[in-house]
């Protein structure tokens, strides 16, 4: 290939990028936007910029070099970009439009709270996060343009993963057993927050937390010797364990692996917390519900049905007799797990 061709095939790449550099600034957030304001306030004469760790995540670098908006230098020595003087005027140009300003700020408000939507639920399609955006939105948005929103933040975030056709919370071990699981409790409807829940979600990594996580927090600082960070970053491992149906158990042994305050003095005070906590957390595997109304809501529906019967006298009527349910057999709740994985215990 001649030199003139090299050049010529220089030139219709660089067009091309600017092409669809309109689009592409409309699909970012604020954060990314403000790394290119950053860049090309600080680059001179086309000198590179050193990166720094909190300017941007890593795969958004990669992501903006892969589309030919960076030059990127990633070694041992340094990491450092440079964006061409004729793109960054353009860049510059566009990002003071009214249109993208708009458009950025929305982009902000949904990558927010798709991560939300993530904390609660786990694992979502794309369809199902667009669903549930519009359910809590007046403002609609199409659907291009949403899904391309959400895969910008998932190209240049480690916020949110993916796996097969759904986007992940970054924090599941095994997203194909817990998808496998909702996808089999197909009777049980998703839990609903309020919308400013889903949005605390999404800015702080996990729900809010409720009674049982904060007496549970309470109790590590009363009853064992933990500092109020050590306890803060001990729940937010364990809710998180909980999300990705660990037993009581395996969190006990991963605490006893990890940290050193258990003796046999306090462990029964842990495993009474555990269990009150495993309660009343809302899990992936139960759409967002927690496992105390999952088992009212069958209790309930036990009662109902059991009622239905008219033999016998009144008394008899209104006690509702249960087969024995062994530790290995099916759990009455529907939830396809053993017994004793799931329900056993929680009726008292």
Same mark, same amino acid.
């Given at each position: 290939?001649?030199?003139?061709?090299? &050049?010529?095939?220089?030139?219709?790449?660089? $067009?091309?990028?600017?092409?669809?550099?309109?689009?592409?600034?409309?699909?970012?957030?604020?954060?990314?936007?403000?790394?290119?304001?950053?860049?090309?306030?600080?680059?001179?004469?086309?000198?590179?910029?050193?990166?720094?760790?909190?300017?941007?995540?890593?795969?958004?670098?990669?992501?903006? &070099?892969?589309?030919?908006?960076? =030059?990127?230098?990633?070694?041992?020595?340094?990491?450092?970009?440079?964006?061409?003087?004729?793109?960054?005027?353009?860049?510059?140009?566009?990002?003071?439009?009214?249109?993208?300003?708009?458009?950025?700020?929305?982009?902000?408000?949904?990558?927010?709270?798709?991560?939300?939507?993530?904390?609660?639920?786990?694992?979502?399609?794309?369809?199902?996060?667009?669903?549930?955006?519009?359910?809590?939105?007046?403002?609609?948005?199409?659907?291009? $343009?949403?899904?391309?929103?959400?895969?910008?933040?998932?190209?240049?975030?480690?916020?949110?993963?993916?796996?097969?056709?759904?986007?992940?919370?970054?924090?599941?071990?095994?997203?194909?057993?817990?998808?496998?699981?909702?996808?089999?409790?197909?009777?049980?409807?998703?839990?609903?927050?309020?919308?400013?829940?889903?949005?605390?979600?999404?800015?702080?990594?996990?729900?809010?937390?409720?009674?049982?996580?904060?007496?549970?927090?309470?109790?590590?600082?009363?009853?064992?010797?933990?500092?109020?960070?050590?306890?803060?970053?001990?729940?937010?491992?364990?809710?998180?364990?909980?999300?990705?149906?660990?037993?009581?158990?395996?969190?006990?042994?991963?605490?006893?692996?990890?940290?050193?305050?258990? =003796?046999?003095?306090?462990?029964?005070?842990?495993? =009474?917390?555990?269990?009150?906590?495993?309660?009343?957390?809302?899990?992936?595997?139960?759409?967002?519900?927690?496992?105390?109304?999952?088992?009212?809501?069958?209790?309930?529906?036990?009662?109902?049905?059991?009622?239905?019967?008219?033999?016998?006298?009144?008394?008899?009527?209104?006690?509702?007799?249960?087969?024995?349910?062994?530790?290995?057999?099916?759990?009455?709740?529907?939830?396809?797990?053993?017994?004793?994985?799931?329900?056993?215990?929680?009726?008292?």
């Amino acid at each position: 290939m001649s030199q003139l061709n090299k &050049a010529e095939l220089v030139e219709a790449l660089e $067009q091309k990028i600017k092409n669809k550099l309109n689009l592409w600034l409309g699909y970012l957030s604020s954060r990314n936007i403000q790394f290119l304001q950053k860049i090309i306030k600080r680059q001179q004469n086309n000198n590179r910029v050193l990166v720094k760790l909190f300017d941007i995540n890593s795969p958004g670098l990669y992501n903006f &070099a892969e589309r030919g908006i960076l =030059d990127l230098v990633d070694s041992e020595d340094e990491t450092s970009v440079r964006i061409p003087s004729d793109l960054a005027d353009l860049i510059e140009k566009l990002i003071n439009k009214q249109e993208i300003k708009h458009k950025i700020k929305l982009n902000d408000q949904i990558i927010i709270f798709v991560r939300g939507l993530l904390a609660y639920y786990g694992a979502l399609r794309i369809a199902q996060i667009y669903k549930f955006f519009n359910k809590y939105h007046s403002q609609k948005i199409d659907f291009p $343009q949403f899904d391309r929103v959400v895969e910008e933040d998932f190209l240049s975030t480690y916020y949110i993963e993916r796996f097969d056709n759904y986007y992940i919370n970054p924090g599941m071990l095994e997203p194909e057993d817990i998808i496998e699981e909702v996808e089999m409790r197909s009777n049980l409807d998703y839990y609903y927050p309020k919308k400013k829940k889903i949005v605390y979600a999404g800015e702080h990594e996990h729900e809010k937390w409720n009674s049982a996580q904060q007496k549970f927090k309470k109790s590590l600082l009363n009853n064992f010797d933990l500092s109020q960070d050590d306890a803060s970053e001990l729940i937010f491992m364990v809710n998180l364990d909980i999300k990705n149906d660990l037993s009581t158990w395996e969190i006990l042994d991963k605490i006893q692996t990890e940290y050193d305050f258990l =003796d046999s003095d306090n462990i029964d005070i842990l495993i =009474d917390s555990l269990n009150n906590l495993h309660n009343n957390t809302r899990m992936w595997v139960l759409k967002g519900h927690t496992p105390e109304e999952v088992f009212k809501k069958a209790q309930q529906q036990s009662k109902s049905t059991s009622g239905k019967s008219t033999s016998g006298s009144v008394g008899e009527q209104t006690v509702v007799k249960k087969e024995k349910v062994g530790r290995n057999d099916s759990c009455p709740c529907g939830s396809g797990k053993k017994y004793k994985k799931c329900c056993l215990g929680k009726e008292n």
